[in-house]
């Protein structure tokens, strides 16, 4: 059977992370989402995969090359152009991105599975495919039911008592919403959806495509169902999602590593004194990384390789990614650290080295210069307040 991963965007929202990395590529304890995807499809029978890509494409290609090694054929589908040498994204949407991969060859030609590449997911797939045959359904959107005060940070979805879709309320206030069924942006399709999409032309999903079945009465359908959903649309979703992951919420997702003490896992070789220093799990220390003594680590916390963490710093409830440098005596409490920018849980960023905070966060492949007197007195004077 055949799938669609859509890997295109730029994932704005979840910047600083998308400026190096695709959104299919942010790693979940060091594995990138659109793996877990991939082998999802590959439990339910799908065994032939097209990615649609452009930001950072070359970053999401040369990870999974043609599939074998994660025993699915993949190929891909560039959408952008070539100036002065570079590879220059410009992404057609994503009902676009369909469109054009079928006007080159007509690869869906029967039932196929659409899947946003940002979301760690543990569907059944077979059944959802079941229920889409027997509605007759020329398209599904599989939806989660969520609280009804958490409505208003999805798109919900309105269906009649037969499960056919009548309605889209994108992100309502909560006294507005007419459902709490949600879009999970997970699809399911019929060749003759492509009757629907224009060729050569910007089409999205949701914003194009959805809203023309309703008005043209077409039968598409929606079935909520009950499965872990990880959408990783924002920074602080992806904060959520790491200490899930540690705190065991999600189960299709193991600590990777050795447990080392009740909570604590490590990779290899990672250099840490562990009567010195006080940790407290679940913790999740990458290779290579070390830790000097009187370092406090409170879980769920997780840090990358080849980081260091140096005396007398705290990382408590945090993300850092690999190759990051905590000066002596930082405090970082409910934050995430990647390159040069440290995030807090609602998503507000620091430049550190715009804010000249270098001397607390650095890369550990850049030598740190020695402070000066009056350097080291004002770095005194900020030691101990949260970053």
């Known amino acids: 059977m055949k799938a669609m991963i859509l890997a295109a965007g730029k994932g704005t929202r979840v910047r600083p992370i998308t400026y190096t990395i695709p959104k299919p590529m942010i790693p ?29 494409a070359y970053e999401i290609e040369s990870y999974f090359r043609d599939g074998q090694r994660f025993g699915v054929q993949i190929a891909y589908s560039f959408e952008g152009r070539i100036v002065d040498g570079e590879l220059v994204g410009e992404a057609v949407g994503s009902a676009g991105g369909m469109r054009r991969i079928q006007d080159f060859s007509p690869f869906f030609d029967d039932t196929f599975v659409v899947l946003c590449g940002d979301a760690l997911i543990d569907l059944d797939l077979t059944e959802a495919l079941r229920w889409h045959r027997e509605k007759g359904s020329i398209a599904t959107i599989i939806m989660k039911d969520v609280p009804r005060e958490e409505v208003s940070s999805y798109g919900v979805v309105v269906t009649d008592e037969d499960g056919r879709i009548k ?26 959806i492509f ?45 959520q999602a790491v200490r899930s992951v540690l705190t065991g919420e999600v ?80 405090r970082l409490v409910d934050k995430l650290v990647f ?32 402070e000066t007197p009056v350097e080291q007195q004002a770095i005194a004077e900020l030691l101990g307040s949260d970053i």
């Open 167 to 192: 309605k889209f309320q994108e992100k309502p206030p909560v006294e507005e919403a007419l459902s709490t069924s949600i879009n999970t942006g997970i699809y399911i399709f019929e060749p003759e």
């Open 28 to 56: 979940i304890l060091q594995k990138p989402v659109m793996e877990f995807l991939l082998e999802l499809l590959r439990q339910h029978g799908f065994t032939e995969v097209m990615v649609n890509v452009s930001h950072l």
């Open 251 to 330: 189960k299709n997702v193991a600590i990777p590593g050795h447990e080392v003490a009740p909570g604590v896992y490590t990779g290899i070789n990672v250099n840490v004194n562990w009567d010195k220093v006080d940790i407290k799990g679940p913790v999740y220390i990458g290779g290579m990384t070390e830790i000097e003594d009187g370092a406090t680590i409170i879980g769920p916390t997780m840090i990358g390789p080849n980081c260091h963490i140096c005396t007398g710093a705290t990382v408590d409830n945090s993300v850092i990614f690999d190759y990051s440098r905590l000066g002596p005596g930082v």
């Open 339 to 370: 390159g040069r920018y440290c995030v807090d849980k609602t998503g507000a960023s620091i430049d550190v080295a715009a804010a000249a905070l270098d001397w607390l966060i650095t890369d550990t492949r850049v030598d740190v210069p020695v």
């Open 195 to 239: 009757d629907y999409i224009p060729s050569g032309v910007p089409f999205d999903i949701g914003g194009d495509l959805f809203p023309k079945l309703v008005e043209n009465e077409a039968p598409f359908y929606g079935i909520s169902m009950d499965f872990q959903w990880i959408d990783i649309g924002k920074v602080p979703d992806y904060w």
